[in-house]
């Protein structure tokens, strides 16, 4: 099954999940690599380091678009039905969520007069909805029209940064966490929102930390991670549209029962079915 998943806007909303076109992934042959043990003990890593960086994005890719090519993404645009109206871009913008509304904004603060801006009045009355009123096929192709150029790709990286990225990598330092751990902040931040209460990020992190302690306050990773993605999927049950949790169970927990604290290639994995792979 292959599934655009989107974080949550509250409670309230109504949710279903939508299965979006399948894209076909290419696989190499694979040798079978077993990640070093590291032990009980491991080094925070730092997944802002572009290689690490560029595995993350393909990791959370192959959740959010069944593809390893994130850079693919910047022209995405589709309503999948989920109560949060359009979602888009490489990393899911949603108009009714807020987070497109304020890459919109930025795009507009750095390039004046782009294709998107005059849609500015429209996704400030949408924010929170589902609503397309507005914008509608016309803000879908010019959508697609400014996703081409790089001042668009820019305000989209930008955004990715500093709504989810950069505190999700900047927490996870913070507890000693290893670049998987990171990782797994990050991914959380993108599905759940990085703060929102109880099923956001900030409110697993929570949870968790009520059944381990992370390496900076002398815990063990491997136990902590193990608390944070348990109290991670339980989140992602309470709704329909999350209910699969095949990208926690047989991506971020299978790296984990590998040891494979560092995100070391070859990495191989598994989401809704499907496999991928970094050499």
Same mark, same amino acid.
């Given at each position: 099954?292959?599934?655009?998943?989107?974080?949550?806007?509250? /409670?309230?909303?109504?949710?279903?999940?939508?299965?979006?076109?399948?894209?076909? /992934?290419?696989?190499?042959? #694979?040798?079978?690599?077993?990640?070093?043990?590291? +032990?009980?003990? /491991?080094?925070?890593?730092?997944?802002?380091?572009?290689?690490?960086? %560029?595995? &993350?994005?393909?990791?959370?890719?192959?959740?959010?678009?069944?593809?390893?090519?994130?850079?693919?993404?910047?022209?995405?645009?589709?309503?999948?039905?989920?109560?949060?109206?359009?979602?888009?871009?490489?990393? +899911? #913008?949603?108009? +009714?969520?807020?987070?497109?509304?304020?890459?919109?904004?930025?795009?507009? %603060? $750095? $390039?004046?007069? @782009?294709?998107?801006?005059?849609?500015?009045?429209?996704?400030?009355?949408?924010?929170?909805?589902?609503?397309?009123?507005?914008?509608?096929?016309?803000?879908? @192709?010019?959508?697609?029209?400014?996703? &081409?150029?790089?001042? #668009?790709?820019?305000?989209?990286?930008?955004?990715?940064?500093?709504?989810?990225?950069?505190?999700?990598?900047?927490?996870?330092? &913070?507890?000693?966490?290893?670049?998987?751990?990171?990782?797994?902040?990050?991914?959380?931040?993108?599905?759940?929102? #990085?703060?929102?209460?109880?099923?956001?990020?900030?409110?697993?992190? $929570?949870?968790?930390?009520?059944?381990?302690?992370?390496?900076?306050?002398?815990?063990?990773?491997?136990?902590?991670?193990?608390?944070?993605?348990?109290?991670?999927?339980? /989140?992602?049950?309470?709704? %329909?549209?999350?209910?699969?949790?095949?990208?926690?169970?047989?991506?971020?927990?299978?790296?984990?029962?590998?040891? @494979?604290?560092?995100?070391?290639?070859?990495?191989?994995?598994?989401?809704? +079915? %499907?496999?991928?792979?970094? @050499?």
């Amino acid at each position: 099954m292959n599934a655009r998943i989107r974080r949550g806007i509250g /409670v309230a909303s109504v949710l279903a999940l939508s299965v979006a076109t399948p894209v076909v /992934v290419s696989t190499a042959s #694979f040798a079978a690599t077993e990640a070093p043990a590291l +032990g009980a003990a /491991v080094l925070a890593g730092d997944l802002s380091v572009p290689a690490k960086k %560029e595995i &993350a994005m393909k990791l959370v890719s192959s959740a959010e678009n069944s593809s390893l090519d994130w850079k693919a993404q910047y022209k995405y645009i589709e309503d999948i039905g989920d109560g949060r109206g359009y979602t888009a871009g490489i990393i +899911g #913008f949603c108009s +009714g969520t807020g987070d497109m509304l304020d890459l919109v904004e930025y795009y507009s %603060e $750095t $390039t004046p007069g @782009n294709p998107l801006q005059k849609y500015l009045p429209a996704l400030r009355k949408v924010n929170g909805t589902d609503s397309h009123s507005g914008l509608g096929s016309a803000f879908v @192709n010019d959508w697609k029209k400014a996703a &081409a150029t790089d001042a #668009f790709k820019n305000a989209q990286n930008h955004e990715r940064d500093r709504v989810y990225f950069n505190p999700s990598v900047a927490q996870g330092k &913070a507890d000693g966490l290893s670049n998987l751990g990171q990782f797994a902040y990050y991914d959380a931040a993108v599905m759940h929102g #990085f703060d929102g209460g109880s099923t956001s990020f900030k409110g697993i992190r $929570t949870a968790a930390l009520k059944k381990a302690k992370p390496p900076s306050q002398g815990g063990d990773e491997t136990a902590y991670l193990k608390a944070f993605l348990v109290e991670r999927k339980r /989140v992602m049950k309470l709704e %329909e549209a999350h209910s699969d949790t095949s990208r926690v169970d047989t991506e971020q927990s299978k790296f984990l029962n590998e040891k @494979n604290f560092d995100l070391h290639t070859p990495l191989k994995w598994s989401v809704y +079915g %499907e496999q991928f792979q970094i @050499n």
